[in-house]
């Protein structure tokens, strides 16, 4: 079936550090890729997307590149903030469905 | 900005109780859709409804859950005869359109059963 395998967390990070939250999926065909982040007491955001291969999604510094040789779909960025503490999801939706598959998330705290 | 709600955040029950799991999604979205998280583990699809019907739902979302929009703004979730093991966070969410467009998620409501 289709599977989303993400960083087991939690992520401890400086100010300014470069961040990665690795992401790889099992999936039939050709999924649409997804980042999501929850901020404390909220609902998830979407962050970013992808819908083929080699496509890059970007949004607010953070960029992930869907990899259909690897099954990956990392997650980047090269100074984070206090501000991006949250926990981060990355899913998968196949073409014809309305179902988006989520990997476990993934708990970043940064540090001033 | 428009935001999906969820009322409560939190509902204690015992087990074999009804609970109803309420949501506002955005005013123009046609797509309607609810999850659940279990401490610890995935977010876990459970059903899609458009057009007042189920669109697609998980093998989760059996005879004893069923959702409805009873009016044009709400859309609820209930399960009839709650067990232990649907303790979890429920996220409801919509979207304007269907077919990979962003899902935008409400903040969850914490359901625990006694």
């Known amino acids: 079936g289709n599977s989303v395998t993400q960083m087991e967390g939690p992520v401890t990070l400086s100010e300014e550090a470069f961040l990665t939250i690795n992401c790889t999926y099992t999936?039939?065909?050709?999924?649409?890729l997804f980042w999501y982040v929850q901020y404390p007491g909220e609902g998830l955001q979407l962050l970013l997307k992808a819908t083929k291969a080699d496509d890059k999604g970007s949004n607010k510094g953070f960029e992930a590149t869907y990899r259909k040789e690897t099954t990956s779909f990392h997650l980047e960025k090269g100074s984070v903030q206090v501000s991006d503490s949250a926990v981060y999801f990355c899913a998968l939706m196949k073409g014809g469905s309305e179902k988006l598959v989520f990997g476990k998330g993934t708990k970043l705290t940064v540090n001033p | 900005e428009p935001e999906v709600t969820q009322t409560p955040s939190h509902q204690v029950t015992q087990m074999g109780q009804e609970v109803i799991l309420r949501c506002v999604p955005i005013?123009?979205?046609?797509?309607f859709y609810w999850y659940r998280q279990i401490l610890g583990q995935k977010v876990e699809f459970l059903v899609s409804?458009?057009?007042?019907?189920?669109?697609?739902k998980s093998e989760i979302f059996d005879d004893q859950f069923s959702v409805e929009r009873p009016d044009g703004s709400n859309f609820t979730l209930k399960i009839r005869s709650t067990k232990l093991e649907d303790s979890a966070m429920y996220f409801c969410?919509?979207?304007?359109?269907?077919?990979?467009?962003?899902?935008?998620f409400g903040p969850g409501t914490r359901l625990t059963v006694l």
């Open positions: 999936a039939t065909g050709y999924p649409s």
């Open positions: 969410a919509s979207s304007e359109e269907g077919g990979g467009n962003e899902q935008f």
């Open positions: 005013s123009n979205h046609l797509y």
């Open positions: 409804f458009y057009n007042n019907e189920i669109s697609e």
